[in-house]
């Protein structure tokens, strides 16, 4: 795999401490290069999104526009795309273009008539640029479709659908999703599939702290103030959310929201500061947060037990990742709450003194 690398790659892999592949990436490479449909299932955290792009991208012609089309389920997901595509696109020559609901059309127009080779979005936008012959789905030559489960989810699945109508008949699908939950009856015949499972995420510990419902804003302003505290924390309504963070902020706590109204840039602002330690607590909710990778996250918060063993896995995947260490912190109200935690992960307590945290044991 490596030696198909050209020697810009090689640099930036050794720049990068990049020194061995995940076996996500090692098996999906061969099949993606030599034009197969693929579909790849692999946990969170696992590399996936160069699993796909480094075969992907070594097939582009430069100079040839529109090739290669990455659709991802919301905005987030597709910048954090755009940015590792465009890190390892640039060293071969090829240009990368970004299209997002919410950002300027017009501009994006502008963006198609300097030829990208590579198209990355979200459905609904992609699909406005097809209709408006911006867009030549008879130019595309493979269609990526990250986070596949959560493309297919009732307030994406028509655009997928609409685009695939325009799709040329002879051209490479990838699929790519952390959990297999994904109906056969979707995918394209002769669909190999290739599934990562059993990867260890004995680098993530569990706990959970018992609070009263009215004290958890509380809980969460004192852990803002441990010493090298910081966390995304995770709430299952907008309104909750909402609360906190004028709660938190009214208390001087660093502490911002990711909510779906916030716009695109101000948006890519926010995790920017958050990935440079300039905010304490990230808050968000489990659409906007689906897909978010920040390097060396320390800990995730579940303000509120999440509703199951598939979203506590996923909110807990973003730490951790590629084998760092990383906790989960869970608040428990009552003892339901804390019984079905159990079902989803080996937990201890923890209890908080004096700015610090110690287990309860």
Known sequence: MKEQFPQTWK???ETLGFDAFTEIQEQIFSPIYEGENVLGISPTGTGKTLAYLFPSLLKLKPKKAQQLL?????????????????????????QTQLFLSGSSQKRQIERLKKGPEILVGTPGRIFEL?????????????????EFDQLLSDSQY??????????????????????AKVDPDQLEENT?????????????????MQVDKRDKVELLRKLAYVEDFRGLAFFNSLSDLGSAE??????????????SDVNVKYRKVILERFKDH????LLATDLVARGIDIEHLECVINYDIPRDVETYTHRAGRTGRMGRDGYVITFITHSEELKSLKKYASVRELVLKNSELFLNE
């Open 11 to 13: 640099d930036q892999l």
């Open 70 to 94: 990455i659709l991802a389920p919301n905005t987030e997901l597709a910048g954090q795309i755009f940015d590792v595509t465009k890190q390892w696109a640039d060293p071969l020559g090829l």
């Open 130 to 146: 097809i209709k408006l012959k911006k867009i030549k789905m008879m130019n595309v030559e493979t269609i990526i479709l990250d």
């Open 158 to 179: 028509h655009f997928v659908d609409k685009i695939n109508h325009y799709v040329p008949r002879d051209h490479q699908y990838i699929y790519m999703s952390a959990t």
């Open 192 to 208: 190999l599939r290739v599934t990562v499972d059993g990867v260890s995420l004995d680098n993530i510990q569990h706990f959970y």
């Open 246 to 259: 004028e709660k938190l902020q009214y208390r001087g706590v660093e502490a911002v929201s990711l909510a």
């Open 278 to 281: 300039q905010l304490t607590l």
